[in-house]
Nanobody, 117 residues
């Protein structure tokens, strides 16, 4: 079973920046897509950014221009660079990896991001 280990969450003031990391237990090349989702208190989990193995990255409208998803193949790690953070970005952020063959949809344990003054 694939393990996804996230790190990098924490507290930051509005306007600040954080970088989240996600290290899978398998090669990053084995997944069709990897991405980040978030869940704020009392809300459903939502897509933040997705990095397909092939094709363009996808971002939620609310984070476009502020967040960047990237892969470091040498370090086998997925990142989410978050700039110009807002209080409404406060949530638990989850790393996700999907594969078609064999079918797999794995989630990390989540890392809390708190944006407040």
């Amino acid at each position: 079973q694939v393990q996804l280990v996230e790190s990098g969450g924490g507290w930051v003031q509005p306007g600040g920046a954080l970088r989240l990391s996600c290290a899978p237990s398998e090669s990053i090349f084995s997944f069709n897509t990897m991405g980040w989702y978030r869940q704020a208190p009392g809300k459903q989990r939502e897509l933040v950014a997705v990095s397909p193995r092939w094709g363009s990255r996808i971002y939620a409208d609310s984070v476009k221009g502020r967040f960047t998803v990237s892969r470091d193949n040498a370090k086998n790690t997925l990142y989410l660079q978050m700039n110009s953070l807002k209080p409404e970005d406060t949530a638990v952020y989850y790393c996700n990896a999907k594969r078609d063959t064999p079918s797999m949809d794995a989630w990390g344990q989540g890392t809390l991001v708190t944006v407040s003054s």
